[in-house]
């Protein structure tokens, strides 16, 4: 997942809360059972747009918002809205029971809502790093859209509470910090109307836990989360997992070349594919024996997904090898073909992180190579030293990597060629352009809900001429 389609997610379950079409009560009345539940979503939702506003600004929080914040820096206007803004539940409430137990179809609007807002906490290290301008106003300017919305979605939640909750509806329905939100996010849209949401480049959020690879149709998805891991890792990657991933991609390599001299024996497209296949082949296996070592241990997750590829790739050839000897099944090489040269895509993309990851370490001395003694006898001394040290003879493992790159790079472009079918780049800038495509429907559609909504559903306080005790009400469309 991309901050993009996260955002998106989030959009379309905040776009799903606001449009709602009941009539006249928007959302059936909750249960007592499923009321902390609606509650402590609820809370999960503004806690993340509270905290994603306060990391984009990395500013202290001013004591207050006044109409000259609002008007000349709305964002900060906006956090100290999300700030005030009380939280309905206790402390005490378990995200895991708030996102899991079962309720109407109000609690499962707020539980979608609560998963997607939980989801874009994998952002936060990126963006107290630090984001660009442009990246910083981008995230803003989904913030304002999606803040915009909390003041009406109040407004439905406490107006679906069971009968007697009065101190929960009163600290839903808060006029003042909700007419905060509305001015302050509504300036800033008017501030960034001219940015694209959920356009930020925040990279994916470091990998999760590798599973196990069940077939060969699932090796391409495993190498891509192989090459995220590898990303994750940067220079911190050892030399140990670096010979387990350069042997594997090196016999993944060798087999779709055999298998491209059996699929496409009379195309120029394929014969020149499989001779790139062999050719990075060679540099990996040069890669995997090198002498480099690493002192910190290696990374059991790494080293555990090679495996499974590994494991994927030689059952594969397995396969292939007694195809012959069975007089050859079509069926079995259609089934075959398609996910290993897929697979060949990915593997550029994989060598190409694993060969920034031995530059990283090597330039900043993780990566130990032997010292050599180019004296009498040109004898080999017991002394590991980091190879940007070693300037008396460099281990060549970095340039082999970055060959093998180059060649993968070539064969893909062949293969596609010969196949007809996209490259994997070719595949992940068409997934970026339609997860773009997805964020501005999604919150084209949020912003129509907000629309529909601007005019009704908004609490009011009784005049202020004319003294009352009673709260707060929703006021439905008549």
């Not at 998805?221 to 220079?235: C, E, I, S, V």
């Not at 082949?281 to 024996?289: C, E, G, R």
């Not at 990851?357 to 330039?363: E, S």
């Not at 001429?465 to 008549?478: F, H, I, W």
Request: one cysteine or more.
């Amino acid at each position: 997942m991309t901050y993009t389609e996260d955002a998106t997610r989030l959009a379309r379950a905040v776009a799903a809360l606001t449009a709602h079409p009941g009539h006249p009560q928007r959302w059936p009345a909750l249960s007592e059972s499923e009321r902390p539940a609606a509650l402590a979503a609820r809370d999960a939702v503004v806690s993340e747009l509270r905290d994603l506003t306060r990391l984009v600004l990395r500013r202290p929080t001013p004591a207050r918002a006044d109409h000259s914040l609002i008007t000349a820096n709305p964002a900060q206007a906006l956090r100290v809205a999300l700030d005030a803004l009380p939280m309905a539940t206790g402390s005490d409430t378990a995200l895991t029971d708030t996102l899991t137990v079962g309720g109407g179809p109000l609690t499962s609007a707020w539980q979608t809502a609560a998963r997607a807002a939980v989801a874009l906490e994998s952002y936060h290290d990126q963006i107290v790093a630090g984001l660009p301008n442009d990246d910083a106003w981008t995230l803003t300017r989904d913030l304002a859209d999606l803040a915009l919305a909390v003041p009406h979605l109040d407004a439905d939640l406490a107006a679906a509470l069971p009968d007697g909750d009065e101190q929960t509806r009163r600290l839903l329905l808060d006029p003042g910090g909700h007419g905060l939100i509305r001015l302050a996010a509504t300036e800033l849209q008017a501030q960034t109307v001219d940015l694209a949401p959920a356009a930020a480049h925040l990279a994916a959020p470091t990998p999760g836990r590798p599973g196990l690879v069940r077939n060969v149709a699932e090796l391409p998805a495993a190498t891509r989360h192989l090459t995220a891991m590898l990303t994750a890792r940067g220079p911190a990657l050892t030399a140990v997992e670096a010979r387990a991933v350069a042997r594997t991609l090196a016999a993944g390599a060798h087999l779709t070349a055999g298998l491209l001299d059996r699929t496409h024996p009379q195309q120029p497209d394929g014969s020149a594919a499989a001779a790139h296949l062999h050719a990075a082949a060679k540099h990996l296996q040069t890669v995997a024996n090198a002498k480099v070592a690493s002192l910190r241990p290696p990374a059991p997750a790494v080293l555990f997904l090679t495996q499974q590829i590994g494991q994927r790739l030689t059952a594969a050839r397995d396969l292939t090898d007694q195809l012959p000897r069975t007089q050859g099944s079509p069926a079995a090489l259609d089934r075959i073909a398609p996910p290993l040269l897929a697979w060949a895509g990915e593997a550029a993309a994989t060598t190409a992180s694993l060969a920034g990851c031995l530059q990283a370490a090597a330039d900043t001395g993780q990566l130990l190579a032997p010292r050599q003694d180019t004296g009498r006898g040109r004898t080999q001394h017991y002394l590991w030293l980091p190879t940007s040290r070693n300037t008396t003879a460099p281990d060549p493992v970095v340039s082999h990597a970055r060959a093998a790159v180059d060649a993968l790079a070539a064969a893909e472009q062949r293969i596609a060629t010969a196949t007809g079918e996209p490259t994997a780049a070719d595949r992940r800038r068409a997934a970026t352009r339609n997860a773009v495509a997805a964020a501005g429907t999604a919150f084209t559609e949020l912003r129509t809900a907000l629309t529909a909504r601007t005019p009704t559903a908004v609490p009011r306080l009784p005049h202020p001429a004319l003294p009352s005790t009673r709260q707060p009400t929703v006021r439905n469309r008549p």
